[in-house]
């Protein structure tokens, strides 16, 4: 019996242990740099990229559908993360946007959350078109000019994502239609990056401290 219990640890306890890193290994590596040098956003003034961790959105005129992406967006990944003053959401929108039903959603949003660092950025379809296009990304906007994926951008406006995802090879944004997508993958990204500059932070006050 002895024998056995032996040969079972020698055997399976490596299994186990490889297993354990493998599924774990994402979690502890830095998030991918996509796409360096976005634009700063220098057709406003209420909100920058630079030295923020930021969620971009493009909001589009389709506020029936958009809304319910901004509550799942709100559910999955705002709330858990909301107390880093450093994370922001920052959507732009077209001028062409019924700001009744946009106030109406975000008002409906206020009473589950703090939607402080929430910024939407109305501006003209030419500065969002630019915008989006400077991720360099897969992806298109809608007739509507906007898009149901989202992005992340790191305080040195990097595009961050994945480069080696199972689903689609290089993840560039989010679709923030798909729950699934934002549980399974955005929430991990996010905390990865947080991660990431809270142990940068660390290091630098411990070099300062020697």
Same mark, same amino acid.
């Given at each position: 019996m002895k024998k056995f219990l032996?040969? &079972?640890? =020698?055997f399976i306890l490596p299994i186990v242990a490889y297993l354990f890193f493998a599924s774990g290994i994402h979690n502890f590596a830095k998030l991918p740099i996509i796409e360096k040098d976005i634009p %700063? =956003?220098?057709?406003?003034? @209420?909100v920058k990229l630079q030295d923020k961790i930021t969620v971009l959105g493009f909001?589009?005129?389709?506020? %029936? *559908?958009? &809304?319910g992406d901004l509550f799942n967006l709100n559910q999955k990944i705002f709330k858990s993360f909301r107390e880093f003053n450093d +994370?922001? +959401?920052v959507y732009l929108v077209p001028e062409g946007i019924d700001d009744? %039903?946009? $106030? #109406?959603?975000?008002? @409906?949003? #206020?009473? =589950?959350?703090d939607l402080s660092n929430w910024y939407f950025i109305k501006t003209t379809q030419e500065n969002i078109n630019n915008t989006f296009e #400077? =991720?360099?990304s897969s992806y298109t906007l809608s007739q509507d000019g906007g898009s149901p994926y989202i992005f992340i951008i790191d305080k040195d406006r990097s595009l961050r994502g *994945?480069?080696?995802d199972e689903d689609y090879g290089v993840l560039y944004g989010y679709d923030s239609s798909d729950i699934a997508e934002l549980a399974n993958k955005m929430k991990d990204d996010v905390k990865i990056i947080l991660a990431e500059y809270r142990l940068?932070?660390? $290091?630098n006050n411990a070099d300062r401290k020697n």
């Open positions: 032996v040969l &079972g640890v =020698l %700063e =956003l220098n057709f406003t003034n @209420e909001l589009g005129t389709t506020i %029936e *559908r958009d &809304g +994370f922001q +959401f009744a %039903e946009l $106030k #109406s959603v975000l008002d @409906e949003m #206020s009473l =589950l959350t #400077s =991720l360099n *994945r480069d080696d940068a932070l660390k $290091k």
